[in-house]
């Protein structure tokens, strides 16, 4: 079993309430303000805003005040977060991510992928004694044949990056 | 030790100086050989309206002069000012151009904010590519017949006929604005969404008077007698539609059509503008391209470089008066 | 021309050699593209649209029929597998479907759905043969007050769609609503909460919304955890790659529910084949004698929805065809088709154009078995996919989520829309709030938004245009006859609950 901590479901719940309660006020006040309701022959642009703020507020205050914990509810009183060496191996694939995104546009979608899929790979293998060759070989791989087959066949416009003129 | 920082030095100098000659002659060659890549055609709007065909047979056409790839790029949304300011946007290398209307490059400027261009000083004007007129039809069975029976009834009853237009401020609202203007009269506008085809429907149902828009989509219940066209909005008979009243032939003649134009970002090399003009004009005054326009009843108007500038700028004074017209009568 | 005469000319029209190829290469790229996440029917027509025009324009339009019912159906089997819908059409397939994957069921389950897209295919195409010059005009007859009563009423009825607490599904649904007024809005063009940032003046589109809230979400949990993982199947056996005798028995009334449902969607404008899917669901929990399993992993669950899609998919040729008018993007995309190559799309084409016509509802036959023929083999070759070992099939799903997400409108801000909606996605997961109707809200609101302000400018004002004609009339009363029928099915089970608690003490 892999190494979790647990939380309780109903305060969560509630504080997920509280912030979609704060949106719904925020969104219904920005609404009001910069947009305009219009008139009856001519309805404007925050109308259904507003009413969309009043829903929103309605559903948030109905998550707060759940009750929980009664013989027939049918939510689980706890959930669970990784901790330990499976949230930072998380954590990581998310960085790794996020910066694929971040470099896609710079050096182009091929290279970028093929360093996220290594990246992510090494991240996520079990194999203490995994080969970053071999891993890297997939990767080239797949960043390879997936540039051949939407970018040069299917025509689908990715990211080139500084590289571009160089490549193929 | 000396010699190993003398090498290194000669190194350093020799790769600089590489990298410069490298530098400038990928310059000079990127200005001499355009284009040696794929070029990027944008569109400002969703596949299927009545600027799709014209483009891509434009890019077909480009594609066989310039021997390379051109590839049609849809970037709609906001009233086709996004994928006009990517283009207006983009690096000038001649690898991206793009498709603009004269409601994206004239109109759209004067009522938003914050748009990456004013006037046409602002982007490169390269060639027109068409006009394409609005047209007013209604449905078969309407007590209108002609232009004059539908002006009578919205004369003498303000705010009573209602015309389906695309979309709030689009081309066939503001000509119909135009109308108003010109006629003293309050033909209301109901704006749809959705290219055209629910203002198309709304007139079929019954649920407006008429409809205000272009032909390439109306055709087809146009045909099947389904609608009736009382009014092209142009000075001359209109080819696609030879039975429908030119405005031109009443008094409320001062009206305009949707322009097609292909436009750069300022600043591309000499040697790049002159040549997609070239080829532009070559394109645009073909025959191949002549009878694409006629025959899908958009109307060849071909104007090159500072020629279409100048027509742009006059819609800018047009609009603004038709705006003003529409402030007042708020 | 009679319809059966009308069927057998386009058969000789479909079945030359060109044509049957453009009908394969289309329902097999099809297949390819709905597959991957993010890559839906959408793009897969608009990518291949600059083909067809090489085409001669009845063989471009078979292929773009093609590939437009080869990813619908392509769309879910991700979303079996992996709980990674590959389109919007496929969100509810995932919330059975991944369950009986999970239970080892996955070959049976995709199975049922290849011969469900095939049978509402099928059925679907013989309406459109039968009836379509009279169904043409039901289009006509729906104006703003009607899709406001079908697209409000749909968001109130499909409000509970995937089960669970009524507070759980209602925070989604708003926030859906809340993400669909982002940007520049369809009737004034007013720019809404975009906070200065241009790309949010497009809104918030859907796709990476849904690859994030289900398929990045789903990879986080395997990533966080292991022993998730290592519960897949190692190998499935032949014999699990079919349907029992039950599953096939519970599956045939679905299938028709799913075709009858679907087939209405398709003749009125709108994005039929989504909603279909989704209301074919709600319906099957309304009336299916296993309703309980529902969400579950039933296989009821999955077979309405699939049949409805495609047969929505189809049906949306009649207004397509009979009134040129386009209504979504792939009709769009395929009156360009036919504008470029000079065929002016309308009331006429069935007379102007028969080839063309006759040829389309052809190669939809045609389509169809193609696809069943296509798919029912490869169905081995999915389910081993799931064999692939995680560390290699994660990063390797998580870029094509990307590239497919970025394809939709050439977008990198997309794409962390995506990483966003797949935090949400994750953290939703874990408390227990639902997701699909967070995907019901994005879609109908700002449908209901237009159609509401619509008919205020239609009616000038005059806010009994909802309730005056008989079609949004109907409409409305349909809705509170479900609402009560629920209510009461509801309060049925708590007083049985009860009961037997009583009569156990």
Do not use: C
């Not at chain 3, 095939?118 to 039968?130: E, P």
């Not at chain 3, 109907?474 to 509801?490: D, E, K, S």
């Amino acid at each position: 079993m892999t190494p979790t901590q647990s939380f309780g479901l109903p305060p969560a719940r509630r504080f997920v309430g509280l912030l979609a309660l704060l949106l719904a006020a925020g969104y219904g006040v920005d609404a009001w303000q910069t947009l305009s309701v219009g008139r009856w022959h001519k309805p404007g642009a925050a109308i259904f805003p507003i009413a969309v703020a009043i829903l929103l507020a309605i559903s948030a205050v109905s998550v707060l005040l759940e009750k929980h914990g009664g013989a027939d509810d049918p939510m689980p009183a706890t959930f669970s977060l990784p901790e330990g060496a499976d949230l930072r191996r998380l954590l990581k694939v998310l960085a790794a991510f996020a910066i694929y995104f971040v470099a896609m546009p710079l050096i182009g979608n091929m290279i970028a992928s093929a360093l996220f899929l290594l990246a992510s790979m090494w991240l996520l293998s079990d194999d203490p004694k995994r080969s970053v060759a071999r891993l890297a070989i997939y990767a080239i791989v797949i960043a390879l044949s997936f540039e051949v087959f939407f970018v040069r066949l299917l025509k689908v416009q990715l990211p080139g990056g500084v590289f571009k003129q160089w490549l193929f | 030790m000396r010699f190993q920082s003398n090498l290194r030095r000669a190194a350093w100098a020799g790769f600089v100086l590489l990298a410069a000659v490298a530098g400038l002659s990928q310059s000079a060659r990127a200005a001499d050989e355009w284009p040696t890549r794929d070029i990027t055609f944008y569109v400002p709007y969703a596949p299927g309206g009545s600027t799709d065909p014209i483009s891509r047979k434009y890019a077909e056409l480009l594609e066989k002069q310039l021997k390379v790839k051109v590839i049609v790029e849809n970037k709609p949304g906001a009233s086709a000012t996004i994928g006009t300011g990517a283009v207006i946007r983009a690096t000038p290398d001649g690898y991206t151009i793009g498709l603009g209307s004269s409601s994206s490059l004239a109109y759209q400027p004067l009522e938003m904010k914050g748009l990456a261009w004013k006037s046409a000083n602002d982007y490169q004007s390269i060639a027109k590519l068409s006009d394409l007129p609005v047209i007013l039809a209604v449905p078969a069975d309407a007590r209108w017949k002609t232009l004059d029976d539908f002006i009578a009834e919205a004369k003498a009853n303000p705010r009573k006929l209602k015309v389906s237009v695309s979309g709030l401020r689009s081309i066939n609202d503001i000509v119909i604005q135009q109308l108003n203007k010109l006629a003293g009269l309050r033909i209301v506008t109901v704006p749809f969404t959705g290219g055209g085809g629910e203002a198309t429907l709304a007139a079929l149902g019954g649920r407006v008077d008429g409809s205000s828009g272009f032909a390439p989509g109306m055709k087809g219940q146009i045909d099947a007698g389904k609608l009736r066209v009382l009014a092209v909005f142009q000075q001359g008979k209109y080819d696609l539609l030879p039975d429908a009243k030119p405005i031109g032939e009443t008094p409320w003649k001062d009206t305009f059509p949707v322009g097609y134009y292909v436009i750069a970002p300022n600043g591309l090399p000499k040697a790049i503008l002159e040549k997609l003009t070239a080829v532009s004009k070559t394109i645009v005054e073909s025959d191949e391209f002549k009878s694409f326009l006629k025959a899908n009843g958009y109307t060849s108007d071909p104007k090159i470089g500072d020629d279409m500038k100048q027509e742009l700028a006059g819609y800018d004074a047009k609009f603004r008066d038709v705006i003003k017209f529409l402030d007042d009568d708020k | 021309m009679n319809s059966l005469q009308g069927l057998l000319y386009g058969l000789q029209i479909a079945a030359t050699p060109t044509n049957l190829l453009a009908a394969f290469v289309g329902a097999f790229a099809g297949t390819a593209i709905g597959v991957l996440p993010g890559l839906g029917p959408v793009a897969g027509v608009a990518l291949i649209l600059p083909l067809t025009f090489s085409l001669d324009p009845t063989a471009g339009l078979i292929m773009m029929a093609g590939i437009f019912y080869g990813s619908m159906y392509g769309g879910s089997t991700t979303a079996i597998l992996l709980n990674i819908p590959g389109e919007s059409a496929s969100v509810v397939t995932a919330i059975d479907g991944y369950q009986l994957a999970k239970k080892g069921r996955a070959g049976a389950t995709l199975t049922i759905v290849a011969v469900g897209s095939f049978v509402g295919g099928t059925l679907a195409v013989v309406g459109v043969m039968m009836f379509s010059s009279s169904l043409a005009n039901l289009a006509i007859l729906f104006g703003p007050a009607e899709f406001f009563a079908l697209t409000a009423g749909g968001l109130i009825v499909m409000s509970r769609i995937s089960g669970g607490t009524l507070a759980s599904a209602l925070l989604p649904m708003t926030l859906g609503l809340m993400l669909g007024t982002i940007g520049q809005e369809a009737v004034t063009g007013e720019t809404r909460f975009t906070f200065g940032i241009p790309d949010l003046a497009e809104g918030v589109s859907l796709v990476p919304v849904v690859v994030g809230l289900y398929g990045f979400a789903e990879l986080m949990l395997l990533v966080e955890d292991r022993a998730h993982a290592a519960n897949r199947p190692e190998s499935v056996k032949m014999r699990d790659l079919l349907p029992t005798r039950t599953e096939w028995k519970r599956a045939v009334p679905s299938w028709l529910r799913g075709t009858f449902l679907g087939f209405l969607f398709g003749l009125v404008p709108g994005p039929a084949a989504t909603l279909a899917s989704f209301a074919a669901y709600r319906l099957e929990k309304a009336t299916s004698k296993y309703a309980d399993e529902i969400g579950t992993g039933a296989i009821e669950g999955v077979a309405g929805p699939e049949a409805a899609n495609n047969s929505a998919a189809t049906a949306s040729l009649v207004p397509l065809l009979a009134l040129g008018i386009p209504f979504t993007p792939i009709a769009a995309l395929m009156i360009s088709a036919m504008l470029v190559q000079g065929i002016q799309p309308g009331p006429l084409l069935i007379t102007q154009h028969p080839e063309i016509f006759w040829g389309l509802i052809a190669s939809a036959y045609i389509g169809n078995v193609m696809l069943l023929a296509l798919n029912i083999p490869m169905v081995g070759v999915w389910v081993s996919l799931l064999r692939i070992p995680h560390y290699l099939f994660i990063p390797l799903l998580l870029v094509l989520s990307v590239i497919g997400t970025y394809s939709v409108r050439n977008s990198i801000f997309d794409v962390w829309v995506l990483l966003a909606a797949g935090i949400v996605g994750y953290a939703f997961n874990k408390l227990k709030f639902q997701l699909a109707p967070l995907v019901v809200g994005l879609i109908l609101g700002p449908n209901i938004e237009k159609h509401f302000r619509e008919a205020l400018f239609l009616s000038d004002g005059d806010p009994w245009i909802y309730v005056q004609s008989p079609i949004a009339v109907t409409v409305w009363l349909l809705v509170a006859a479900i609402l009560i029928a629920g209510f009461i099915a509801r309060r049925r089970a708590a007083f049985a609950d009860a009961m037997a608690q009583e009569s156990s003490l």
